[in-house]
């Protein structure tokens, strides 16, 4: 997309002149008595629009008829097209807006997942900090740190980095560990003061199922402090998000089997 383009139409009487066009060819004086601005004005503005190709100017003896290039705004008319598709962010801000507002009764929440790998294989990326750096993170974030000790008391302890490289910490420890069938764990998200603004507890249950494992997941927030409703409402669609991860993942023949480098 051409900027002179958009920055032509971003002048208020240059978009008004567009919009009149549209409707059919004028002269520069009837553009000038619709709009009420003086002639010399309107034929400038025609210039910058005739440059950016937008519009055309007929000259037919001592008349000068003004019309749209049409084939000029078709261009506008893709790029705003393309822009008007929604991306894959979209649908999920919208859910993580409503699920925000509903935030002020937390519940509990739980995703499903079928996994195209055995239990132990999913156990292993669960608790594997190798692995996990690969998948234990929602979009545009990415694993700075992940520790998880499979073992009653062990600690769990991730940091999550964005895009503009601020940090997430969140921890806890783990509750019960049966590999490979049930995992139990608290991981409590921090907020600005380093203080948990909620406990999250999580139960994870692995069932062998055909072609692979059944995931389920149960994230349970209680001790809620004020100011956590962004956190809360991002539980869902950020487990979505890993566990489309961790699909992904397993679906890599060289994370399948032996250690990862």
């Known amino acids: 997309m051409d900027v002179t383009v958009l920055v032509a139409l971003g002048e208020p009487n240059r978009l008004r002149i567009v919009e009149l066009l549209g409707r059919q060819p004028r002269t520069v004086g009837e553009i000038a008595a619709s709009l009420g601005l003086r002639q010399p004005q309107v034929t400038k503005h025609l210039q910058t629009l005739e440059r950016a190709g937008l519009v055309q100017v007929h000259r037919l003896g001592r008349r000068k008829v003004c019309a749209l290039d049409r084939s000029g705004l078709a261009d506008v008319a ?41 239990p132990a294989t999913v156990w292993r990326a ?8 690969h998948w234990w993170h ?18 769990v302890e991730l940091v999550l980095q964005e895009g503009d490289g601020a940090l997430h ?3 806890g420890h783990v509750v019960t560990a049966d590999a490979p069938r049930q995992l139990t764990f608290t991981l409590d998200p921090a907020g600005p003061d380093g203080e948990p603004l909620f406990v999250a507890r999580h139960d994870v249950r692995l069932s062998a199922a055909a072609g692979g494992t059944d995931v389920q997941l149960t994230v349970s927030p209680t001790d809620v402090r004020p100011g956590a409703e962004a956190a809360i409402g991002g539980l869902g669609i950020g487990w979505e998000q890993l566990l489309d991860n961790l699909v992904t993942l ?4 060289e994370y399948l089997d032996g250690p990862v480098t």
């Open 78 to 118: 893709r790029w705003a097209d393309d822009l008007a598709v929604p991306g894959p962010d979209d649908a999920a801000l919208a859910r993580y807006g409503a699920a925000i507002r509903a935030a002020s009764v937390p519940a509990p929440v739980t995703v499903r997942r079928a996994v195209p790998a055995g």
């Open 126 to 133: 669960f608790t594997d900090p190798a692995l996990a750096a």
């Open 138 to 155: 929602p979009r545009h974030f990415t694993v700075e740190r992940f520790r998880l000790e499979a073992h009653a008391g062990g600690v």
């Open 169 to 171: 910490r969140a921890a």
């Open 250 to 253: 397993v679906r890599q023949d």
